[in-house]
């Protein structure tokens, strides 16, 4: 009989996660093990081991598909995979685990004597462990703002604790920061991305490289580099000398990754976090036109007038390029470079059909998934492999996808997202406050995750379909949370500890920016009442925005852009929506928190 320990935990909710604790559970029993679990899910963690189970585990398995804690777990005896592939046959999760672990049938294996599982993993990861390391980091989040430079200093901070050198370069909204050099990556023993969105690594060929998303890396930075240390696989095929890799081709050995969360929901953030920019740009491009020439700027009245042109370069030009962009960088996370000229022309054909941001999704992944199929599917000479990249699967892919959404998927899409508009627009007010509510509550959900980012980019990408009202509760009720925290630990310090309450002034500061993720760390220490507090005053401001019909035409920036005329049509409304959740929050905090010792 084996000993094991396991960690059962999907973002699908709780109900997941106990599904797959219990399926692990059964199937440990049912082969003769003993297992001691631990379920992870919003309502916090239930289960868990002692010291002594955890000190005889043969084997250690984390079934999960967000970030879990994996501190003082033992790398050498770890075991990750997912809750689908638990469901799927947990028997064979428990085999796999134990022969990883040299413990298959119960045999552990004596002290002193390796495994056959150790003696299978790399010399250079294991003795990686041990010794200190050169890194260089990645880090990059849909938005550009808080989660990348989150997970850079706790990536910092984690290697400087572990005694490694590091140096991280962020790919934030205004760029890369503190870019790494051909040298740095030359030197470096590992190579760590967190990011929630495709990176470009083809400068890493050769290098052995690890990825994982910007949470895991706040989370726990540690774990991360024990695990990197351990199963970073060479990315690509190191360049010839005197050689340079064909424009736009894969790495040849891109079928070697690391293990790391893809998916739909990771494409459709690498295509937002490069359509952010193009709205931006163009909302406050046509909000100025407003401001200048007034509500009918277009008007041919005006033309020739500054007003007139800052709408035709906001409107016509930035809007114009957010579907283009928003498609192509989709069908590049999926498919790399060969995927974006045929994303990109798909989104400017959904945009011309008047399919909208629904239809430029379809053509990034339509686009994304073919040209990847292709790239795996077409085989020519290696005289000719030159070609594909540069000429077969961009004309085939935009081939594809040209057709798809000129016949088949533009017309419905169109269908689809005017009806959409005209019932967003004709919303009476019960039922925007409505919207406004769920929005709202999305929003302080997760502080940044897969809920609240569906909230935020539903909000931003109506924009230009001239619905800005969803806009305007999304950044309100994302305002909420951190000013929520940093007024109640104002009113009611006894809730709050002496180092919280000092951490609340620089909170203050990122709600204001609508950096939602600033609650983050009040959120992890006590999640079951601040969460509910977050949501309940986010779900007010978001209801009373959209009871009061006002529209923001900026998707980001916080009280710093209504400074800009016309950037919202009811500033003082506005304003009073974003205190009335702010006190809601920090009333409900009052009452649900408990009373702390006050420093």
Not at 340 to 356: C, D, F, K, N, R
Request: some cysteine.
């Amino acid at each position: 009989m084996a000993h094991l320990i396991a960690i059962a935990a999907s973002q699908a909710g709780p109900a997941h996660s106990f599904m797959t604790g219990e399926a692990l559970r059964a199937a440990a029993e049912r082969l003769g093990h003993h297992i001691a679990l631990s379920v992870r899910s919003s309502l916090g963690a239930q289960g868990g081991w002692t010291d002594d189970e955890l000190l005889r585990a043969d084997a250690v398995i984390i079934a999960a598909d967000m970030a879990v804690d994996r501190s003082g777990l033992p790398a050498a005896r770890l075991h990750e995979t997912t809750p689908g592939a638990v469901l799927a046959d947990a028997a064979d999760v428990v085999r796999a685990a134990l022969a990883r672990a040299g413990a298959s049938g119960g045999a552990v294996a004596a002290p002193g004597v390796p495994s056959p599982a150790a003696a299978a993993v790399p010399a250079v990861a294991a003795a990686d462990v041990a010794r200190p390391l050169r890194i260089v980091a990645i880090t990059s989040c849909p938005t550009g703002v808080a989660h990348t430079f989150m997970a850079a200093e706790a990536l910092e901070q984690g290697a400087q604790a572990l005694g490694h050198t590091i140096k991280v370069e962020t790919q934030g909204s205004v760029g890369a920061q503190n870019a790494l050099t051909a040298d740095e990556i030359a030197q470096a023993d590992l190579i760590v991305i967190a990011a929630d969105t495709q990176v470009d690594r083809a400068r890493f060929a050769g290098k052995r490289l690890h990825a994982t998303g910007t949470k895991a890396a706040i989370h726990d930075a540690a774990a991360v580099f024990a695990q990197a240390a351990a199963q970073a696989a060479v990315w690509g095929d190191a360049p010839a000398a005197g050689t340079a890799a064909t424009p736009g081709a894969a790495p040849a050995g891109a079928a070697v990754r690391s293990t790391e969360r893809t998916g739909p929901y990771k494409h459709l953030m690498t295509g937002v976090s490069f359509m952010l920019p193009f709205v931006v740009a163009g909302g406050l491009l046509i909000a100025l036109a407003f401001a200048l020439g007034g509500i009918y700027v277009y008007d041919d009245a005006h033309q020739g007038t500054l007003g007139w042109t800052l709408f035709q370069i906001g409107a016509k030009a930035g809007f114009t390029l957010m579907l283009p962009a928003l498609a192509g960088y989709i069908a590049f996370s999926i498919a790399d470079r060969p995927g974006i000229a045929p994303g990109m022309i798909g989104g400017l054909l959904a945009g011309t059909v008047g399919a909208g941001f629904l239809g430029a999704i379809a053509a990034g992944f339509i686009a994304g998934y073919a040209v990847h199929w292709m790239n795996r599917a077409i085989r020519l000479p290696r005289t000719l492999d030159g070609l594909k990249p540069v000429l077969l699967l961009p004309l085939l892919g935009t081939l594809v996808v040209g057709v798809l959404m000129m016949m088949v998927i533009g017309k419905p899409m169109a269908g689809v997202m005017a009806a959409l508009t005209e019932w967003l627009k004709g919303l009476q007010t019960g039922s925007a406050v409505l919207l406004g509510v769920i929005l709202g509550a999305m929003m302080a959900f997760d502080m940044g995750g897969p809920v609240n980012k569906a909230a935020y980019v539903f909000s931003t990408t109506l924009i230009a379909s001239g619905v800005a009202n969803p806009m305007a509760a999304t950044m309100a009720a994302g305002m909420v949370p951190p000013l929520g925290i940093a007024l109640a630990c104002w009113v009611f310090r006894s809730r709050f500890s002496a180092e919280e309450r000092e951490a609340s002034k620089a909170v203050a500061v990122l709600g204001l920016a609508f950096i939602t993720e600033g609650a983050i760390p009040f959120v992890a220490r006590d999640p079951l009442r601040v969460i509910p507090a977050c949501m309940a005053g986010a779900a007010v401001a978001g209801g009373l925005s959209m009871m009061w019909n006002i529209g923001l035409q900026a998707p980001h920036g916080g009280v710093f852009v209504l400074a800009i005329p016309n950037a919202v049509n009811h500033v003082v409304l506005y304003a009073l929506a974003i205190a009335a959740g702010t006190g809601v929050t920090a009333l409900a905090l009052g009452v649900l928190k408990r009373r702390v010792a006050v420093a």
